[in-house]
């Protein structure tokens, strides 16, 4: 988190980092798991069990604590909006790439291109309110624009080296790290982890060659902040929306369980594990033969609101006096 979080979706690992501390949280989850890879990422999503709530818990965070003019507070390093960001009010942005964000209209380019590009975002002020509302979309876009060019090219301006790869996501993260380097107005990020997770089949191969290219990345990612003086200022949050079954199916994999794993990295994050695991025996287990959820989803995120972000969680978080709290940071 850029004093908030970059959270990675779909993703487990454990690592060993230069100066970061991790915390693990080994049975997280939620009572009544759903094994539906939808439904359970719509609730680590929203931070509710509701399947009808519309906003990420990270987009009413930015509703509570944003502004209306800084698109970057919520930034989802993607193709799409990330759901977590969802908000209300405030504006958010999605980049699939921090060195190739620009503008493009067919048969226009040279000093023309130019000179459209440089007037974006010039519209006068116009009394009528969709005109308005268009000129200040598009102002922003410019901004948004103007904030990545000095990455145009991939200049991230760091020695620490990342994982090579077709996947985009060590760029990203290498991308970020410049961003934040760079005194950009983020708050919160989001990035998925490369790789599917869904192991019914191979488990033992893919899950190597998935958790191998994620965790380089990240530590990647964290020595870079280290190396620029800024690893104060991150905590990443890894999630997934649920674990793994117990027993192997007939495929050499598992099947869609219930609790799973999730972990922060930082160098404030306080080392600890969070909530106790719950053992292979059947008290551990549910009727279905996955691990039990022994520390809500919805008690770290409101843990994160009031110590990383300073926030009321009742603001974010339905019901988030019914969750307990974990001093997560040193």
Known sequence: MQRGPMTSRRAAMVLVLATAAVAG???????????????????WEVG?????????????????????????????????????LASANVPIAAVSAVDDYDFWAAGVWGDVEQRMLDALGTFPPVPDPAASRVAEVTQQAATLRGQLLPFAGGNWGTTVPYPTSQDGFPSRLAGLAAMIAADLPLRCVTVSAPGMYDTHADQAGGLSTDLALTAD??????????????????????WSEFGRRVEENGSAGTDHGAA?????????????????????????????????????????????????FATD??????????????ALLT
């Open 25 to 43: 949280a080994r049975a997280i989850g939620y009572t009544n798991a759903d094994q539906s890879h939808f439904t359970s990422r719509h609730y």
């Open 48 to 84: 509710a069990t509701d399947a009808h709530l519309r906003t990420g818990w990270l987009g009413r965070y930015l509703d509570v604590a944003g502004t209306l003019d800084n698109p970057l507070q919520g930034l989802a390093l993607s193709y799409s909006l990330h759901p977590a």
């Open 217 to 238: 990345s990240l530590y990647s990612f964290q020595r870079d902040l280290e190396s620029r003086g800024i690893a104060d200022r991150v905590l990443v949050l890894v």
């Open 260 to 308: 799973g794993i999730g972990l922060l990295i930082g160098s404030r994050v306080r080392g600890q594990m969070l909530g106790e695991f719950p053992g292979l025996t059947s008290a551990g287990l549910d009727g279905q033969g996955n691990l039990r959820a022994t520390f809500d989803y919805r008690s770290l995120y409101c843990s994160l609101l009031e110590e990383w």
């Open 313 to 326: 969680a009742a603001a974010v978080i339905p019901n988030a006096a019914s969750f307990a709290r974990s």
